[in-house]
């Protein structure tokens, strides 16, 4: 019984906490949107040579065109501790900027890269 206890406590603290440690591109694939209007959507991939997530964010007409909203687009991303490492491929600075990142269950947790109204930190819920 007394096993059986200690067992059960070392389980629950592995496995009560998710973090970005240990976390894999294949955990996120898949179609992300986010919460508050629910109008932005990430959609993560991988290739051979890279990790991807594309930005989805309407429309809009600017200076007489219908454009994709800005930040649009393909990202390449690395994943660290705590945080994700973001170059916006469509940009010519091809210097890549942290963010803070986290994961609970199936709620991304990322700081606000594209300039959204939403606040500093934008909260994405997993579609599939």
Known sequence: ???????????????????????????????????????????FESSENSEIMNLYRGKEIRNGNLLPKFGSGPYNYNLLEEKISLNWMLSSDSSYNDYYFKINGNKLNIGNFYGATSGEILIFEKLD
Not at 10 to 38: M, Q
């Open 1 to 43: 019984m007394k096993y059986g206890l200690l067992l059960f406590v070392f389980a629950f603290l592995c496995c009560s906490k998710e973090d970005t440690k240990g976390l894999t591109s294949a955990d996120l694939k898949g179609k992300w949107i986010e919460t508050e209007t629910r109008l932005d959507t990430l959609y």
